[in-house]
């Protein structure tokens, strides 16, 4: 019974990612390395609000780490946790996104 809780619960993720194609391309992103955020801005062309609202509710989701203190302002890094790492495997393997 847990792993068919656990199989929703990725498709719960999966699907929150897939929803926004901000939170996509800042996985996207972060799948080839740590980042900071007007990094991932240039590289995706998004605005970086857009930028911090998706990394913000990825971090929420334990998607995304900071990889600095939380007290740095400047040069936040961030990254993805090995559950995002999965995640973004699934997504990209059942061929759910462009």
């Not at 996207?28 to 801005?41: C, D, H, K, M, V």
């Amino acid at each position: 019974m847990s792993n068919e809780a656990d199989d929703t619960d990725e498709w719960d993720e999966i699907g929150f990612v897939i929803s926004s194609k901000y939170r996509i391309a800042v996985l996207e992103t972060l799948a080839t390395g740590p980042s900071i955020p007007s990094s991932i801005a240039a590289e995706t062309g998004l605005p970086i609000t857009h930028v911090s609202r998706a990394l913000r509710a990825l971090r929420e989701r334990s998607l995304v780490e900071l990889l600095v203190s939380k007290q740095k302002k400047k040069g936040r890094i961030y990254g993805m946790t090995e559950r995002g790492q999965q995640l973004w495997k699934r997504i990209e393997a059942e061929g759910l996104i462009d």
